[in-house]
């Protein structure tokens, strides 16, 4: 895992992921449903924390006990979210991510401002 300190840029920290754990990553996305507000304000105030700006969400394949924590912190510090495919998936038309059913009830449950109906598309949409 250290190697991964010394490197320069995102790009070779990317590459550096994609050669040591091919296929982790499965794609990135500009950001959240805007239907899901308070998903995007708690990315901000992480980056702000780190003072950086929000990048892109990163999908992966799962999150294991290994080097895989260890790349979605310091991917975070660098203005990322790390998620799972699992846990969202993006709106067909805009191409935003929306929490699949099972994060969308924890959300709502939990007080959240959600739409009232989840659904696999933006209201907007």
């Avoid at 924390?49 to 975070?76: C, G, M, N, W």
Wanted: with cysteine; glycine share 4%.
């Amino acid at each position: 895992m250290s190697a991964i300190t010394q490197l320069k840029t995102l790009k070779e920290v990317f590459q550096y992921i994609d050669d040591t754990h091919p296929g982790w990553v499965v794609d990135m996305y500009d950001g959240y449903s805007k239907d899901y507000k308070e998903l995007d304000d708690n990315w901000r105030k992480i980056c702000e924390t780190f003072k950086t700006t929000p990048k892109k969400i990163i999908l992966i394949e799962r999150l294991q006990v290994d080097d895989h924590y260890s790349f979605a912190e310091l991917l975070s510090q660098c203005g990322f979210v790390v998620r799972t495919r699992y846990e969202f998936s993006p709106c067909s038309t805009c191409r935003l991510l929306i929490p699949n059913e099972e994060v969308y009830n924890r959300l709502k449950s939990s007080g959240k401002a959600v739409p009232e109906l989840w659904d696999t598309k933006c209201q907007g949409c």
